[in-house]
Nanobody, 127 residues
Framework: QVQVVESGGGLVQAGGSLSLSCLYS????????MAWFRQAPGKEREAISC????????YYTSSVKGRFTIARDNYRNTLSLQMDSLKPEDTAMYYCAAASLRYCSATWRKAIEYKHWGQGTQVTVSS
């Protein structure tokens, strides 16, 4: 049985930083690409970043590129998201998820391509 423990998040002022983590167990973590999504109230879930199985290929949505950094530690089965220069519009519930493939596909932004979701962690950025 796959278990996901998501941590991090919280309240931060605009311009600040936060770090999120997801610890996976019960699956071959290094066999799958991984991604981070977020969902703000009243909005659809949005893909923000994807990383391939080995960690050497990463993708970002334009709104977070240059501010967020996705990473993985395949020895510790951990996915992370470092978020810098946070803006009020980054306020959302953040989720990690596992892809079905080793590489981020051309349609990596589609939530339907992912499984084994984290429980979500709230990030709130005050202005």
């Amino acid at each position: 049985q796959v278990q996901v423990v998501e941590s991090g998040g919280g309240l931060v002022q605009a311009g600040g930083s936060l770090s999120l983590s997801c610890l996976y167990s019960g699956l071959r973590f290094d066999d799958y690409a991984m991604a981070w999504f977020r969902q703000a109230p009243g909005k659809e879930r949005e893909a923000i970043s994807c990383i391939n199985f080995s960690g050497d290929l990463t993708y970002y949505t334009s709104s977070v590129k240059g501010r967020f950094t996705i990473a993985r530690d395949n020895y510790r089965n951990t996915l992370s998201l470092q978020m810098d220069s946070l803006k009020p519009e980054d306020t959302a519930m953040y989720y990690c998820a596992a892809a079905s493939l080793r590489y981020c596909s051309a349609t990596w932004r589609k939530a339907i391509e992912y499984k084994h979701w984290g429980q979500g962690t709230q990030v709130t950025v005050s202005s």
